[in-house]
């Protein structure tokens, strides 16, 4: 009974023990588990958590970049609107203030009369004016007014600038005209040579009275076009050559408070 006894307590022990050292594997290979296993599952959740939450993030900044960018248009359009309503009822005030366009027989007009000398201002001698009437070529200008106004125009059939069917003309700042301004020259012989102001001579170009060109001895250049321009006026550089009713001096030059509008 002893033996058997003894060998039964061994047994036990050895079952014991085979208890807890499969019970240790199995909490050991428990621990790995979730090391090796559990814990990236969790870090993907935690991931796709963060994800998650940034493209929701993403979404409400993109919604509110969308409404804010929505506001700012319907602002634009609002201001461009209230822009434009302005300009009109700046534009139609102008218009009733100002009353119906004249006409050019309504327009006021300042009248110029020439004088048949001049003082050289290089010289200081007392110089004849005989009537002369230069050219010059509408291609070099091209600033400015004077720049738009030359290109509106066109050539007649002997190569003088024209628009509105009167010819461009350059004159001196002594009659306080502009680019565009209407200008008539009145000839000593009647004539009426109806002329739009094309371009301004420079005060240097010009005697004491900005009126006349004391190199070419003339009051009015007529604008020509280098191509087309007869030769024969070309070559002499007289405009006056034009037409055999052009031949006499300029008495007077009537200025108009009218401008050319496109």
């Not at 039964?8 to 909490?27: H, Y």
């Not at 900044?61 to 969308?66: L, N, R, S, V």
């Not at 125009?153 to 001196?172: E, T």
């Not at 250049?221 to 006026?233: G, M, P």
Request: net charge negative; aromatic share 10%; proline share 3%.
């Amino acid at each position: 009974m002893k033996e058997m006894s003894s060998k039964g307590v061994r047994s036990g022990r050895l079952a014991c023990s085979l208890l807890l050292i499969t019970s240790l594997l199995l909490i050991l290979f428990n621990h790995c588990y979730k090391r090796s296993y559990a814990m990236p599952i969790q870090a993907a959740e935690a991931e796709t958590i963060q994800e998650t939450a940034s493209f929701e993030e993403t979404e409400i900044i993109e919604e509110t970049e969308t409404i804010e960018e929505t506001y700012t248009f319907e602002e634009t359009v609002i201001l461009n609107n209230l822009a434009e309503c302005t300009t009109v009822t700046i534009q139609e005030e102008c218009a009733v203030l100002a009353g119906p366009k004249k006409t050019l027989q309504e327009a006021e007009k300042t009248v110029y009369h020439i004088p048949s000398s001049f003082v050289h201002p290089v010289s200081g001698k007392t110089v004849s004016y005989k009537g002369g009437k230069t050219i010059e070529r509408s291609a070099k200008i091209t600033y400015g007014r004077a720049g738009y106004i030359n290109a509106m125009a066109s050539p007649d059939s002997d190569g003088f600038m024209k628009l509105d069917d009167r010819f461009l003309i350059a004159v001196g700042s002594g009659f306080g005209t502009v680019p565009g301004q209407y200008i008539d020259l009145v000839l000593g012989n009647g004539v009426v040579i109806k002329c739009i102001m094309g371009d301004e001579k420079a005060d240097v170009d010009t005697d004491s009275t900005n009126i006349f060109t004391y190199r070419s001895c003339c009051c009015s250049e007529f604008i020509i076009d280098q191509n087309s321009i007869r030769s024969d006026i070309y070559e002499r550089g007289n405009a006056s050559l034009k037409s055999y009713t052009w031949g006499s001096p300029v008495v007077k030059v009537i200025v108009y408070d009218y401008h050319y509008e496109s």
